[in-house]
């Protein structure tokens, strides 16, 4: 059963709060990542967990902090966010983090920050 | 570095015409793996295939196919009788591995609509 997980599916925030997105799977994947898509345009890699450790972080903004607990868990913190984050948020897994290995999607989190 | 392109942006077609989505590939790996991914109007991604660089069969699941042609840099994917089901947008991506670990990089996306 290839399923990812994903909450909440919708989440509203203002400037000043601080949230988590939550990303679960249960396929006994060692490799979580979290990807960034606006509107009409492909996902943006943000950040790769492998066994997890974080091996890729792609510059991203320190008001995006990831956390992995086990390795089926994947958490994104948010604090500080600004308008220009609102977005798809992606997470994915994979059995390894070999480019055999094909990486499955959740169902994503629509963020708007006001 | 890696770069995929889907020059198609949108593409419009009626019930039951087939339909043809370009990719086309640069990378300068020897071994390397292009994937097909469907996202429809709900946001979640959805595999379709995974193909490796030694493997230049075509393949067809159904109503799928897929053409992967190295001399060229290509891998295509056509819809046979399409289905207003198949309405989404479709990303062709190559991996890219980078720091121990693979990353996808994905083309721009094509559009499809499939009107009844």
């Known amino acids: 059963d290839t399923e990812v997980t994903q909450t909440p599916k919708h989440l509203v925030m203002g400037m000043t709060n601080k949230k988590s997105l939550k990303c679960e799977q249960h396929?006994?994947?060692?490799?979580m990542y979290w990807y960034k898509q606006k509107a009409k345009k492909p996902p943006e890699l943000m950040f790769v967990?492998?066994?997890?450790?974080?091996?890729i972080n792609e510059s991203v903004p320190s008001r995006f902090s990831p956390e992995c607990p086990n390795s089926s868990l994947l958490n994104l913190h948010l604090h500080a966010l600004q308008p220009e984050d609102s977005a798809l948020y992606l997470c994915?897994?994979?059995?390894?983090?070999?480019?055999?290995?094909?990486?499955?999607f959740g169902p994503g989190t629509r963020l708007t920050v006001l | 570095a890696q770069k995929v392109t889907q020059a198609q942006t949108e593409i419009s077609v009626v019930e039951k015409e087939d339909v043809t989505l370009d990719c086309v590939y640069e990378?300068?790996?020897?071994?390397?793996?292009l994937f097909w991914y469907k996202q429809p109007p709900s946001g979640e991604l959805v595999f379709l295939i995974r193909?490796?660089?030694?493997?230049?069969q075509n393949e067809i699941s159904g109503r799928y196919s897929w053409n992967f042609q190295k001399s060229t840099s290509s891998f295509n994917f056509t819809i046979t009788a399409s289905q207003v089901v198949d309405s989404a947008v479709y990303f062709c991506?190559?991996?890219?591995?980078?720091?121990?670990?693979?990353?996808?990089?994905f083309g721009k996306g094509t559009k499809l609509t499939v009107n009844p």
């Open positions: 994915a897994s994979s059995q390894g983090n070999s480019g055999t290995d094909t990486q499955y």
């Open positions: 396929m006994g994947h060692r490799a």
């Open positions: 990378t300068r790996d020897t071994t390397y793996y």
């Open positions: 193909r490796n660089s030694f493997d230049e």
């Open positions: 967990y492998s066994y997890e450790k974080l091996s």
């Open positions: 991506a190559l991996s890219e591995h980078r720091g121990g670990s693979e990353k996808l990089v």
